[in-house]
């Protein structure tokens, strides 16, 4: 199946980027710019009008975003900050700007596993047998997991291409 | 009462005392469970690299559970944020409703109809159940035990489609956990996000993120840090066992999963609710409750 690619200018319109008017509320409110000031989300925010989408795509800082949805819950523009920058993930990945490795890991796990173990750290390994083990000794059922049904969906998207 | 379990990934490989001790529970609460077989993962991790791949895995679950005429339940913040999300997505668009289910069915046969009820465990205790129904069954109470709760942003984040509590400053919690007849201290760092999502992209974020909430807590003293997330949970846990190994700073903040807490309420043994897989031991929890 083909996948629409997205027009990421009107994507991003559709979610109230024109709308923001720097008032700082997100950049206030965002727990990673707290700690490390290159991670800006309203000066991200006012390069998107500025220097437009291209430019943007292509700078580090956007993957700094942690996607708490605190700056969009606070936005008083209703700015829909943390799903534009989903939007500037896809659309960097989609162009090979940027292969993450946190999502390649992830990525990896679920294509081969149906799933993903690794919330901590961007890891991921399969239910590995001494788990199935300790979970007997538990007397808790083993999970049937639908392994080929993940890769199928992620075949028909076409993400394995992209991150594979 | 009875609820379809979805499992999801990290805690069946690695929370098992937050499964055992969500089960007992719910046992003891007169819920019942029934396994949901044949699932994926809910899609939450590929919800923001790429949006028709998180759609089509959340559906495909959503069509699995819809199998079992029962409301889903999950323990996870991200699981049940993705698929209430994806719920409310292709109820409000028919198009891609209709999209999505002739992918479903063209590949596996499965097809979305009437979609169910997405729920956490936080949902059924809260709402479900009721807090009043839960302080009568309490056998033990938790009388001078001070804990820190950690909600966690996805069960309240977006508030557009999780509207279950206060999206800035929940306390749902707290009152779960004072119930008990425990206290919920209050701290200024509460509603940080425990900053699990930095890993892999902005280690130094998430390390300082984990050590800003450990030293309040070490500073103000409490018996345990309760979560309801998979992701906070390991977060705080083996994030202390990684700062006490490379940095030698010992915090000794216990991390504990609400459902253990309730439990011990409950009269459930510390066995039974998994307390021996806690990595950071609640030392008094244990001593009280040997």
Same mark, same amino acid.
């Given at each position: 199946m083909e996948v629409n690619v997205l027009d990421i200018k009107e994507e991003v319109k559709k979610l109230n980027a024109l709308l923001c008017y720097q008032c700082g509320t997100c950049t206030g409110t965002c727990p990673v710019a707290r700690i490390d000031t290159r991670f800006n989300p309203r000066r991200i925010l006012n390069e998107l009008k500025i220097k437009g989408i291209e430019e943007v795509l292509k700078m580090e800082e956007i993957w700094y975003c942690i996607e708490c949805f605190l700056c969009m819950e606070k936005c008083p523009q209703n700015v829909k900050i943390t799903e534009i920058f989903f939007k500037l993930y896809e659309e960097a990945i989609r162009r090979g700007i940027k292969k993450p490795q946190k999502y390649v890991g992830l990525f990896k796990a679920i294509y081969s596993t149906g799933i993903s173990t690794g919330a901590y750290g961007g890891r991921g390994e399969p239910l590995s047998g001494m788990i199935l083990k300790k979970r007997e000794t538990m007397g808790l059922p083993k999970p049937k997991i639908s392994q080929d049904a993940a890769k199928k969906i992620i075949e028909s998207t076409g993400l394995n291409k992209l991150l594979g | 009462m009875k609820y379809a379990l979805f499992l999801g990934c990290v805690i069946p490989a690695k929370l098992l005392n937050y499964e055992i001790s969500t089960r007992n529970v719910f046992k003891e609460l007169g819920v019942e469970l029934e396994y949901m077989n044949d699932f994926i993962c809910c899609g939450f991790p590929f919800e923001s690299i790429s949006e028709e791949t998180w759609l089509r895995m959340a559906a495909y679950n959503l069509a699995i559970a819809s199998r079992y005429n029962l409301d889903i339940v999950s323990m996870c913040n991200g699981c049940v944020n993705s698929l209430i999300h994806a719920k409310k997505v292709l109820e409000e668009d028919s198009k891609k409703k209709e999209e999505i289910n002739n992918f479903l069915k063209e590949n596996f046969n499965i097809e979305l109809s009437n979609i169910p009820n997405v729920k956490h465990v936080i949902h059924v205790l809260y709402n479900d159940i009721g807090k009043e129904k839960i302080r009568e069954k309490v056998k033990n109470e938790l009388k001078d035990f001070r804990f820190a709760v950690h909600v966690g942003c996805h069960i309240v984040r977006p508030s557009t489609y999780m509207n279950f509590d206060n999206p800035i400053e929940p306390e749902k919690l707290d009152e779960l956990v004072e119930i008990l007849g425990a206290e919920s201290v209050r701290y200024t760092t509460k509603y940080l996000c425990c900053g699990n999502y930095a890993r892999g992209i902005n280690d130094k974020v998430s390390i300082e993120l984990l050590k800003r909430k450990m030293e309040e807590l070490k500073n103000i003293g409490v018996d345990g840090l309760i979560t309801i997330c998979p992701a906070c949970y390991l977060q705080y846990e083996m994030g202390q066992l990684e700062i006490r190994m490379k940095?030698? @700073?010992?915090?000794? @903040?216990p991390v504990i999963h609400y459902t253990q807490i309730l439990g011990l309420a409950l009269g459930i043994s510390p066995k039974e609710l998994g307390f021996d897989l806690n990595k950071i031991k609640p030392k008094k929890i244990l001593e009280k409750f040997k």
């Open positions: - | 940095e030698k @700073i010992s915090y000794d @903040i």
